[in-house]
């Protein structure tokens, strides 16, 4: 919202490392690069806000439930409104602060389990960004960012295949 009240984005930005490479999504005029725009379908944005989606952590014992997708979706659907993009940074956390062998005896690497994760960076990106693209997440050109247009309706999780995580869990006790 800080575009709206017309504050410094890049000082937004740059108050933190993770941040300031969103700094690059604008123009001089706040409004979206034509990288940006192209990504997301063409067309101007009439709202110059962005929801940034930093990180996701699923702890082992709840993987494979899907439940990174049902949180995401939920995300986008919550906090979308009013921004005129999503958008993240897809990175592999087993890759976070080094090579997966230089981590292995970190304490948060072996929290999240991501010794079970490959040790080889593109696939396991590549895989990562596969993943958000099921939720309509797309790569902007020459960049390391994915975007998703909040205009748009964000699939259903039966639509891309995700049953109710809910339910899972209501199989599982019986």
Same mark, same amino acid.
């Given at each position: 919202?800080?575009?709206?009240?017309?504050?410094?984005?890049?000082?937004?930005?740059?108050?933190?490392?993770?941040?300031?490479?969103?700094?690059?999504?604008?123009? *001089?005029?706040? @409004? #979206? $690069?034509?990288?940006? /725009?192209?990504?997301? =379908?063409?067309?101007?944005?009439? !709202?110059?806000?962005? +929801?940034?989606?930093?990180?996701?952590?699923?702890?082992?014992?709840?993987?494979?439930?899907?439940?990174?997708?049902?949180?995401?979706?939920?995300?986008?659907?919550?906090?979308?409104?009013?921004?005129?993009?999503?958008?993240?940074?897809?990175?592999?956390?087993?890759?976070?602060?080094?090579?997966?062998?230089?981590?292995? *005896?970190?304490? @948060? #690497? $072996?929290?999240?389990? /991501?010794?079970?994760? =490959?040790?080889?960076?593109?696939? !396991?990106?590549?895989? +990562?960004?596969?993943?958000?693209?099921?939720?309509?997440?797309?790569?902007?050109?020459?960049?390391?960012?994915?975007?998703?247009?909040?205009?748009?309706?964000?699939?259903?999780?039966?639509?891309?295949?995700?049953?109710?995580?809910?339910?899972?869990?209501?199989?599982?006790?019986?």
């Amino acid at each position: 919202m800080a575009v709206n009240e017309r504050e410094s984005i890049f000082d937004l930005f740059d108050c933190d490392s993770r941040t300031i490479g969103y700094y690059e999504f604008y123009n *001089d005029n706040l @409004d #979206f $690069v034509p990288k940006v /725009l192209k990504a997301l =379908g063409g067309g101007d944005r009439w !709202a110059p806000n962005m +929801l940034v989606l930093e990180r996701l952590e699923i702890l082992p014992k709840h993987r494979g439930r899907s439940y990174g997708l049902h949180v995401l979706r939920w995300l986008q659907l919550q906090f979308s409104m009013g921004c005129g993009i999503v958008v993240m940074k897809p990175f592999p956390l087993q890759f976070e602060g080094g090579k997966p062998a230089e981590n292995k *005896d970190k304490p @948060d #690497f $072996v929290k999240l389990g /991501l010794a079970e994760f =490959g040790d080889r960076f593109e696939p !396991a990106l590549r895989k +990562l960004r596969n993943y958000y693209a099921r939720l309509g997440f797309v790569r902007v050109r020459g960049t390391e960012y994915m975007v998703a247009d909040p205009f748009r309706r964000v699939p259903s999780l039966k639509a891309i295949g995700v049953s109710d995580p809910d339910l899972q869990l209501d199989e599982e006790r019986a």
